[in-house]
Structures are given as C-alpha cells and as structure tokens.
C-alpha cells in the first residue's frame, strides 16, 4: 500500500506545466487534488516514471460567473463550487452533484480537472458537465483546443487527452433564470460512487411550456450520456405519467449499458429508469413552482 | 530515482518542523514515523476509512492521500494540537462524555472533522451531522455514540461563544 519510487516535478505556472509535459508527457501523472491519482498509486495500480505536481498553480483555481456563462478552473476544487453562492444561484445541477461527490475531506482536495481527467463512470461531476451545455479547455505546447464534453470523455477512464496536454478551464453555458435542477443518484453509501444517477435541468417560456429541457444519466454506462430524443420529446407542454414512462423506458433501452458482477445490466437499466424518472418529475415540477411565481 | 530526498519545512500544530522526505512518502506517514505523531492513525490508505484525517491550512484532508512534499509551507492540525493547556477541546470532552469511542483508532479523524464540520455548520441536524461524519468508519460500530457526542459538542461550543461575547460586552 506504498507507491513506487517516482521523479516528483512541482510548477508554478502554466508555462513551468506545459514544459514539463511537453517533456515528461506520456511518463508523467498530473497531480491535481490526488484524490483518485494516490489511492491508485497506492495499490501501484499505476507506477508513473513522473508526477507534475500541480497543486501552485494558482491561476487555475478560480470560479467566474459572468452573463451567462460560468467558467471554472481546473484546479477548483470541489469544496469551492459548493460553497459558491454565484454556482449554486445560477447553476444548481452542479452544487446538487458536488454534494454527492465522496466527503467533503475528498472534496477539499479534488478538482473539477481531475475528475475529468479520470473520467470514471459513476462520477458526479462529469454527468453534471455532460448534461449542461459545456466546453472544456484543453491546452499544451502545441496550442489550445476547445472541445464539448462529449468529444472529450470518449468512454470509461477514456477521454481525448492527449500525453502533453492539461485541461485548462471548464465553460458551462447557464440554464435560463427560473430553471430548476435535480440530481438524483443511487449509491450503495452515502458518498460512494453512483451505481446509478441522472441529472436535469428544466426552464418554461413565458407560457409555462417547457421549452428547456437537459437530461443526462451515469453509472453503468462508460461515459455519461446526455438524452436528447427525450429531451425533444418532453418538451413543450407538461408530460403525463404515461408520457414520461414511455420516454424515459424508450431513453434507457437504447443507450448502452454494463453489467458486472455486482450489479448486472438489467439491474443497472432498472435503476436508472428509476433516478431519471424522480429526477425529471423533481425538475419539472420545481421550474413549474418558480413559473407561477 | 531511487533515494531522492526532499528537504521540507511546515508547521505542526502551530510550530515550525522540518523534515526529509522521499517524494512517495504518503503524510500520513511522514506524519508518524518521522515526526511522532502517531495520533495520525493509519487504515485503509485508499481515503475510505478516514481514521487518517488531518487539517492542512485549516480544511480537513485524507493525510495517506498526499504525498509529504506538498505539505511543503502548509500548516497542518492533528489531534495533539486540540487540547490547550492541558484543556481538552470541547469536542474531544463530548466525545469522552458520550461513549463517542471504544478502541479510539477512528476517533482523531472522527474528532478533526467533527470540528470542522461545527465550524461550517455550528447548528446541526442529527442528519447532517450522520452525514458529515459518514466519510469516517468506526469499526467497533459506534455510530450512536459519536452522533450525540458531535451535536453535544456543537451546543456547548455555541453556548461558550455565545458566553464569550457576553464577557465581552460587559
């Protein structure tokens, strides 16, 4: 339970970072809030030659929300977006994720560009990012590139990183002003990774017709998946049960998902089903509630 | 690789200590073994368990889950640094009041981050309180016993501030 020898790199700045990639690249770990990186070191489940210590470069620390747009640096952590009163005001869904995300002595360390990095499948903050409308940026010697959350996460602890390259700062777009969120997720312990959850975002027009709607689901299902054929098919006036049944039985049937050995596939269909539906009725009804008001 | 030695300076409890360290040398242990303080208890060494849970710059944290370079400068809080002058801290006296221990090994993380928990949160539900702490297991099982030490703690905490700005006023 001890990791293995490595070279230890600590920067202070982008620049010192992006050398020292473009250096050590696929030999090196980046170091953000270490919160999955050591316990893996630990098991020596990975042995990297290199860790780049990221933990001063403090300009990656930060939460910006101006207009409508929110942006994150990759090395907040966890902690600073539950507390932030400007996130959870203007972006709910992702201070209710936050709060599922471990404990708060883990999210006092982990970062919003380290779980991203990780990708793990039942993570809460990928799934929040996947269900808004969000960019990541991406930077490294060669340059920076934007990409949509599902163009970086690929799969599974798969996304598009390449060796060199960091993950700069997080873009959310702000659901509309009256929108309501809900994060829903099913784990065996309060704190431990979703077996199964589903995050939605619902806002009305001025003639109370939902005319946004965002929904995504995790846990079983490699990368977290936005739903948008049910998005569409929910909008406009309020779904019945009947309705909301049918689209969210239709929704899960066709994504992808793994079954292991603790929880196989139907099961994991089955939970699903069930954290979408609490998760839709919950933001629908909310973003009625502020409606009349 | 092998070898490499890393001077570093932090502060412990208040006081200013120095060490050498591998760069893989996890706090926790640097913490016991080469500082003594061995009220750092050492579980799971995967940041389940929370028996080794410290407070770096105030903030509770998973001490086996940093490596001891990066406490570099940092000011770190374990649980010999709670009692004062031979007083115990309100919340280890609730803990010893209630039965919040039995063979003590989870009971310097459950008290770290009782304090922290009080601090952010100086009125408590018993349900936030079961939840704050559910990131800290007790083997022997003793859950009931620290959820009422926890909430004690919290009221007589609120009533010595409340006390202190009274002596203050007068």
Known sequence: MKPAPF?????????????????????????????????????????????ID????????????????????????????????????????????????????VRNRGTTGGTLALAYPGAEIPLALMTLDTDIILRSKRGERRLGMKDFVLGALDTSLSGDEYIRQVEIRMPPPGSAASFVETSRRHGDFAIAAAAVVAARDDHGRLDYLRAGVAGGTGAPVRLTALEEALSGDDPDD??????????????EVFGDHHYPEDFRRHVLKGVLQRALKDAIVGSERRHVR | ???????????????????????????SDFLRHNLGFTGVHVGCEHGVCGACTVLLDDQPVR??????????????TTIEGLAKGG?????????RRHH?????????????????????????SERSVREGMSGNLCRCTGYEGIVQAVLAAAKDL??????NRTEETQ
């Open chain 1, 242 to 255: 009947g309705r909301m049944a049918d689209s969210v039985h239709e929704a899960i049937a066709a994504i």
């Open chain 2, 100 to 124: 919040g221990l039995q063979c003590g090994f989870c009971t310097p993380g459950m008290v770290l981050t009782a304090v922290d928990l009080i601090q952010r949160e100086p009125d408590p």
């Open chain 2, 63 to 76: 001490s086996c889950l940093m490596f001891a370079v990066q406490a570099r400068h940092h000011s770190i």
């Open chain 2, 158 to 163: 609120k009533r010595q501030s409340q006390s």
């Open chain 1, 7 to 51: 070279k230890y790199i600590e920067v202070a700045d982008e620049e010192a970072l992006t050398s020292a990639l473009a250096d050590y690249g696929d030999d090196a770990r980046l170091l953000a809030g270490g919160q999955s990186l050591v316990p893996m070191m630990n098991f020596r489940v990975v042995s990297p030659e290199v860790v």
């Open chain 2, 1 to 27: 690789m092998f070898g490499e030695r890393i001077a570093l300076d932090l502060e412990v409890n208040g006081k200013p200590l120095s060490g050498v360290a591998e760069p893989r040398t996890l706090l």
């Open chain 2, 87 to 95: 007083e115990m801290h309100p919340v280890q006296d609730a803990f």
């Open chain 1, 54 to 105: 990221l933990n001063r470069v403090g300009a990656l620390s930060y939460i910006d929300c101006r207009d409508d747009v929110c942006r994150i640096g990759a090395l907040t952590r966890h902690a600073m977006i539950e507390d932030s009163d400007p996130l959870s005001r203007r972006c709910a869904l992702l201070g209710q994720a936050v709060r599922n995300v471990a404990h708060r002595a």
